[in-house]
């Protein structure tokens, strides 16, 4: 079975860091691209990070870059998402999305098929003091 979970989500102070993890199973997650994603209350989802499968350089979103690393582990099938310097506007819901190729075409970083990309059901991430 296809599964794609996320973990490390809290509440953290500003200025802080947390590591998000995006565990696959049901498939090996070196042979796609995964873009982490993040949807604030009441805001659209936007994509932060993606790394392709040929862990070519990472895109970005401008407002984590400097901030935001991404990694791959191979031998647990496992992205990071090594966050830092967190600020209250981070907050919100993460998900990572396995998928074909990243697609830097619009001003965040997205994921595309085909096939249609596997996503996680989130992991909440709350910066406040």
């Known amino acids: 079975q296809v599964q794609v979970v996320e973990s490390g989500g809290g509440l953290v102070q500003p200025g802080g860091s947390l590591r998000l993890s995006c565990a696959a199973s049901?498939?090996?997650?070196?042979?796609?691209?995964v873009g982490w994603f993040r949807q604030a209350p009441g805001k659209e989802r936007e994509g932060v990070l993606c790394?392709?499968?040929?862990?070519?350089?990472?895109y970005y979103a401008d407002s984590v870059k400097g901030r935001f690393t991404i990694s791959r582990d191979s031998a647990k099938n496992t992205v990071y998402l090594q966050m830092n310097s967190l600020k209250p506007e981070d907050t919100a819901v993460y998900s990572c999305?396995?998928?074909?190729?990243?697609?830097?075409?619009?001003?965040?970083?997205?994921?595309?098929?085909?096939?249609?990309?596997?996503w996680g059901q989130g992991t909440q991430v709350t910066v406040s003091s």
């Open positions: 790394i392709s499968s040929s862990d070519t350089r990472p």
């Open positions: 049901g498939f090996t997650l070196d042979y796609y691209a």
């Open positions: 999305a396995a998928g074909r190729s990243c697609d830097q075409s619009g001003p965040y970083p997205g994921i595309t098929g085909p096939p249609a990309p596997y």
